[in-house]
């Protein structure tokens, strides 16, 4: 099974100008916990819930600070500019063992001629096929 078989096509993007309130917005409206980065179609990054977790779970002292600047900071600030990334035809096996040695929960699938995003490969998309390999209860 490779990569192509299991991501999600054309995903949700930020740009690195969206605003940390637009892209917790977006976080939460599409239940993801990953955001691919583009400029243009061309992956720059990737940023995570737990990138802006300061800024969705601030204490209770520091709630209107945070959300000021979460409607002034740019998520390019606070994104991860060079992501494990694969290609379409990479077996899932290995994107599983990416995942682990780098302990993250998604990996963006691109074009890596171009750079360009394809789709992304999330620990949810590998638990639907681990669950279809399970006998029924």
Known sequence: MLAKDIMTENPMTATELMSVAEAIGLLYELDVRHLPVVRGTELVGIVSDRDLRS????????????????????????????????????????????????????????????????????????????QETLEPA
């Open 55 to 130: 800024f969705a779970e601030p204490n209770e002292d520091d709630v209107v600070e945070a959300m000021e600047d979460a409607r002034s900071s740019s998520i390019g600030a606070f994104m991860n500019t060079d992501p494990v990334r694969v290609d379409p035809e990479t077996n899932v096996r290995d994107i599983v063992d990416l995942m682990l040695l780098h302990r993250v929960g998604a990996i963006p699938v691109c074009d890596l001629d171009t750079g360009d995003l394809l789709g992304i490969v999330s620990y949810v998309d590998l638990l639907r096929v681990l």
